[in-house]
């Protein structure tokens, strides 16, 4: 199983980036999927998931309503919309596959290591 995050960049505030997480030997729709970021100095937070069936979704508070998880079955990928991007979103970004399958609870202790190498996001003020 692997993943590989790109799609990020460098962007002022208020702009937008859409980050892509490709996946292999497994399907975007086998498992729910989680986005995650790692400020410098910070621990890695948990920021989006969505489940394997329906598109249900969860965002933490800080991204809700800017934010936006996606995934197509057929490129078998998940996205990440970023809108209205703010400094403290600056962090590299990670996609996980999560078996807590409806993203219910602490689904972010339910995702599975698989070694992506990240993304980075970087917002200027």
């Known amino acids: 199983m692997q993943v590989a995050e790109s799609g990020g960049g460098e962007v002022q505030a208020g702009g937008s980036l859409r980050l892509s997480c490709t996946v292999s030997g497994f399907t975007v729709d086998e498992y729910a999927m989680g986005w995650f970021r790692q400020a410098p100095g910070k621990e890695r937070e948990a920021i989006s998931c969505i489940i394997s069936t329906f598109d249900r979704t969860y965002y933490q508070d800080s991204v809700k309503g800017r934010f936006t998880i996606s995934r197509d079955n057929d490129k078998n990928t998940l996205y990440l919309q970023m809108n209205s991007l703010k400094p403290e979103d600056t962090a590299m970004y990670y996609c996980?596959?999560?078996?807590?399958?409806?993203?219910?609870?602490?689904?972010?202790?339910?995702?599975?290591?698989?070694g992506g190498q990240g993304t980075p996001v970087t917002v200027s003020s």
């Open positions: 996980a596959p999560v078996t807590r399958l409806d993203c219910s609870g602490s689904w972010w202790d339910h995702a599975l290591q698989v």
